[in-house]
């Protein structure tokens, strides 16, 4: 099958700049996660979407981050305006629903934001 | 709130030993699943083990295992007959059953990097 998709796969913006990730999940996968990587420590969830609906969204920045997914497949994370600490891996990831289902994740984007 | 703890930062071991890495966490839940992921340079995030809470015995894969003890409430990672590509950084991750169908979300450790020696 083929695997999580995100683009593009490095971005370099100046602070206050806008930018935008794309993912494309696996398909068939109902749940879809977007996760912030900063260097050197783990993943840590920004945003979870089963279906086309946010189920947690308890750490998303929410006066510059946003991020939606149309008719439940593919996702669009948003930055705007962009800060300095907002350099880091996005990691998107999908799974099938259970909870043993493992996290199957994408390359990521590498954003710094100079 | 659930929460991870990986106290290595750094581990070495000689290659075909075998090393274990340290996970412990903490949660309310009664249904949970922990989970290992590995992290090599290229960044990519692969999918080794899974232990659910309920599961009586540990859990392989290959040469993954988890030393699952849950009323000290660890998970360690095991990795037999170590070898070169082995080096990467690990991490140890938990998410609970909410109630019916409802997944928290999938809590990660800081991560151990893990440095195999020829």
């Known amino acids: 099958e083929a695997g999580v998709a995100q683009s593009p796969r490095y971005k370099i913006i100046e602070k206050r700049q806008s930018v935008a990730f794309w993912c494309n999940p696996i398909s068939g996968h109902a749940t879809l996660y977007w996760y912030q990587q900063i260097l050197g420590q783990g993943p840590k969830l920004l945003i979870q979407f089963q279906n086309n609906g946010v189920v947690d969204d308890s750490q998303l920045p929410k006066d510059r981050f946003s991020a939606e997914r149309l008719k439940g497949v593919d996702s669009t994370l948003k930055i705007q305006p962009a800060k300095l600490e907002d350099s880091a891996v996005y990691l998107c990831?999908?799974?099938?629903?259970?909870?043993?289902?493992?996290?199957?994740f994408g390359n990521g984007t590498r954003l710094t934001v100079t | 709130a659930q929460k991870i703890t990986q106290t290595q930062p750094g581990m070495f071991v000689q290659e075909k030993e075998a090393v274990t890495l340290d996970c412990t966490y903490d949660?309310?839940?009664?249904?949970?699943?922990l989970f290992w992921y590995k992290q090599p340079s290229s960044g990519e995030m692969i999918f080794l083990i899974y232990?659910?809470?309920?599961?009586?015995q540990n859990a392989t894969e290959g040469r993954y295992s988890l030393n699952f003890q849950k009323a000290r409430k660890s998970a360690n990672l095991v990795i037999s007959a170590s070898q070169l590509g082995d080096s990467a950084m690990y991490f140890c991750a938990m998410r609970a059953l909410r109630g019916g169908t409802s997944y928290g979300k999938l809590t990660f450790g800081q991560g151990t990097i893990l440095t195999v020696h020829p």
């Open positions: 990831a999908s799974s099938p629903t259970g909870l043993m289902s493992p996290l199957h």
């Open positions: 232990q659910g809470s309920y599961d009586e």
């Open positions: 949660t309310s839940d009664q249904s949970y699943g």
